[in-house]
């Protein structure tokens, strides 16, 4: 089974593009929890192939924009593997959706779409419609072809672990939110409460599994923040419930404005 994964804001980090990356990878692996799993970079993508189903995983791994299930498939193969696809399936309308990422495969986007399209017209009696179609067949080209028909949609943003850490304060639900709020944008964070509270779903999110740390009070947050190099503590306070917090160190309200 192969994902296609595909990233936003890491291809623009420039030299440091391959940090982003290589922890964006190092996030999934820890995430999908399959050793047998291989992940390879291509042009722009990463190509997962595991041998089981790891959808639900890949939904929690801050910096993927979206995936999509795929086969990988030579090119000369391509038109007959497409109606090999498609042939038992329920449509009357469809369209090829091409992607060349590769750009010095020989043939436009457009070009193969249209020559696709066409064989599929050819072999299977359908009709192309661009715009209201019942079936979309997709393909990226890169190495080979790979051939898809869902994108799933994920969070986006940075690979937890690239911006340091931070001091997360939990009271309720709320906090939970905060975390991943800051989280997204590649922070680790520090869990703290005033009470037990359950990680279980935080830790979905989390290359490496976090306890909570209880406290007595605010003025222990300091010397918890020296202690692990954390650059702020994030609270849970919204516009209309603003508290004060007897840190030194930065005090962030990611849902302040909510």
């Known amino acids: ?33 399959d050793k047998d799993a291989r992940i390879t970079k291509k042009q722009g993508r990463l190509i997962l192939e595991a041998g089981k189903d790891v959808s639900e995983r ?14 990988k498939v030579d090119f000369d193969r391509l038109n007959d593997f497409v ?12 369209r090829v959706t091409v992607n060349r990422i590769n750009k010095s495969f020989p043939k436009t986007s457009e070009d193969l779409a249209r020559e696709i399209g066409a064989y599929v017209v050819e072999k ?12 979309n067949v997709r393909i990226e080209i890169i190495d ?8 799933t949609e994920c969070y986006g943003g940075l690979p937890v672990g690239v911006e340091g850490k931070v001091i ?4 309720t639900k709320k906090g939970i939110e905060a975390a991943k709020r800051v989280m997204k944008r590649g922070c680790d964070i520090i869990p703290l ?36 190099n954390a650059k702020a503590l994030v609270v849970e306070d919204s516009f209309e419930n603003l508290e004060d917090y007897d840190v030194k160190i930065a005090v962030l309200r990611p849902l302040a404005f909510d």
């Not at 109606?83 to 469809?94: A, D, R, S, V, Y």
């Not at 299977?124 to 079936?135: G, P, Q």
């Not at 080979?144 to 994108?151: E, H, P």
């Open 83 to 94: 109606i090999e696809k498609i042939k038992n399936k329920k449509f009357e309308t469809f």
């Open 168 to 171: 997360v304060l939990i009271q």
């Open 1 to 33: 089974m192969h994902y296609l994964i595909r990233y936003g804001e890491i291809g623009l980090k420039g030299l440091n593009r391959p940090f982003f990356e290589n922890k964006l990878i190092s996030n999934i692996r820890a995430i999908i929890n």
């Open 193 to 228: 409460s005033f009470k037990r509270f359950d990680l279980a779903e935080l830790n979905e999110y989390l290359p490496i599994k976090k306890e909570i740390a209880i406290i007595k009070d605010t003025k222990e947050i300091d010397e918890i923040a020296k202690k692990e």
């Open 124 to 135: 299977l009696n359908k009709k192309v419609s661009l715009k209201e179609y019942d079936l």
């Open 58 to 71: 890949l939904k929690h791994v801050f910096g993927i924009v979206s995936f999509s299930i795929a086969e």
């Open 144 to 151: 080979s072809a790979y051939v898809f028909f869902d994108r």
